[in-house]
Nanobody
């Protein structure tokens, strides 16, 4: 059974930083890759960043230069370091991975950036 568990969300002021963590079981980020999506109220879920099995990274234009995705293969974890946060970054952030055509999601963690 695949399980993705996020942590690290919270309330931060504009310009602040947060680090999200995602721990996986039943799926391996070093083999299947992983990523972060977010969904703000009234908006569609969107890709924030992902990291492939080979370690290549991809970012949404809106977070380039501010967010960094990384992984620790030995612990089977993926991280999202978020700096220079803006109110428009406020959303529920979801950890994601995919295996054999099936998508897996964490339960989400709320990030709120106050102005």
């Amino acid at each position: 059974q695949v399980q993705l568990v996020e942590s690290g969300g919270g309330l931060v002021q504009t310009g602040g930083s947060l680090r999200l963590s995602c721990a996986a079981s039943g799926i391996f980020f070093g083999i299947h890759g992983g990523g972060w999506y977010r969904q703000a109220p009234g908006r569609q879920r969107e890709l924030v960043a992902n990291i492939t099995s080979g370690g290549s990274t991809n970012y949404a234009d809106s977070v380039k230069g501010r967010f960094t995705i990384s992984r620790e293969i030995a612990k089977n974890m993926v991280f999202l370091q978020m700096n220079s946060l803006k109110p428009e970054d406020t959303a529920v952030y979801y950890c994601h991975s995919e295996r054999r055509g099936y998508e897996y999601w964490g339960q989400g963690t709320q990030v709120t950036v106050s102005s």
